[in-house]
Every structure is written in structure tokens, then in C-alpha cells.
């Protein structure tokens, strides 16, 4: 998939040039993804779970799982180790450990990815002036960002194991 969609050496070095300013942005970057998706009754219910979106057991879970994906983006590279453990995300959000849990639909996961996508824009906008730097970084995390994607989808699609799994 990385040769697919041309990422390359040069995307890898716009990535590390970049990467304290996504770092920096976290928090903020996770709370609004969040917030997007507790703000609609559709999404809630399986972000929340049963609690609602005013908080609970449910989103501090799935949270979790949010926040050390989106640090294992930012802060890991797309291949051995670091694949491995976004396959062990994506198991989390099929098969969860928290009986209440439901397995969160792929379609969410895409929405999520999505919210990610809009958020990393706006920061990398905001903190990057330089035209070519921007172009160059913006480019480089949103193709290591449908990597990840890819690999998450990957594992829905296995462990589902039906045609109907989106």
C-alpha cells in the first residue's frame, strides 16, 4: 500500500520535520475529534456506550484506545513494531475488552480517521508558514495516516469474516 500511494523517504523526513508540532497538539487534536463525535446521537452511542456523552466507563475506554493510536502515529514509524500494535488497536475496536462495549463500526473508524484527517490539516495550516513545507507535511501524514487506516481495516476485515463487515 505505501508504494501505491508513493510514500516514500522524502515523506518520512517531512514527517520528522514536523512531528513536535502534531505532538504539541495532541490533546487538543484527540478532544476535538471527540467532541465531534459525542455531538451526534449516532456516533455517541457506541463511543459512550450506554453512559451517555457526558462520560463514563465507555469513553474512557475507547479514548484510551484513541489516544495510543494517535500517539503510535505520530510518534512511530509504519513498519514492524509499530504495525503490530496498530493491528492490536484495531482488534481493540472489533472485539473490546469492556463487556458493554459493542465492536465499533468500520464506518466510524473511517469517520474517525476523517476527524483526524480535518485536524491535522488546520493545526499543520495554523503552525507551518512555509507554502512548500506545509504542502510537503500535509502530504506526508495523511498518507501515513490511510496507512494506518489500511492496516486497521485489515484487521476488521479479518476478524469479522463476512461480506457485510462495513
Known amino acids: 500500500m505505501a508504494a501505491l500511494l508513493g510514500y516514500s523517504p522524502s515523506d518520512e523526513a517531512a514527517i520528522a ?4 508540532i502534531l505532538r504539541a497538539c495532541l490533546v487538543p487534536l484527540s478532544d476535538d475529534v471527540y467532541r ?3 455531538a451526534s ?17 465507555a469513553i474512557t475506554a475507547r479514548r484510551a484506545v484513541f489516544d495510543e493510536g494517535l ?18 488497536i484495531g482488534h481493540a475496536l472489533v472485539r473490546p475488552r469492556l463487556s458493554t462495549l459493542q465492536t465499533l ?5 473511517v ?3 476523517g476527524l483526524v484527517q480535518e485536524q491535522l490539516r488546520l493545526v ?25 487506516l489500511d492496516l486497521l481495516l485489515s484487521v476488521y476485515a479479518a476478524t469479522e469474516r463476512n461480506a457485510h463487515w462495513y
Open 41 to 57: 446521537r449516532e456516533t455517541a452511542q457506541y463511543f459512550a456506550g450506554e453512559s451517555g456523552p457526558s462520560g463514563g466507563e
Open 71 to 88: 500517539i503510535l502515529f505520530v510518534n512511530s514509524p509504519i513498519h514492524g513494531e509499530a504495525a503490530e500494535a496498530i493491528a492490536a
Open 124 to 148: 499543520l495550516a495554523r503552525e507551518i508558514p512555509d507554502p512548500v513545507l506545509l504542502d510537503a507535511s500535509t502530504n506526508a501524514w495523511l498518507k501515513k495516516l490511510f496507512l494506518h
Open 111 to 113: 469517520l474517525t480517521i
Open 17 to 20: 520535520a514536523t512531528r513536535d
Open 36 to 38: 465531534t463525535l459525542l
Open 105 to 109: 463500526p468500520a464506518r466510524f473508524l
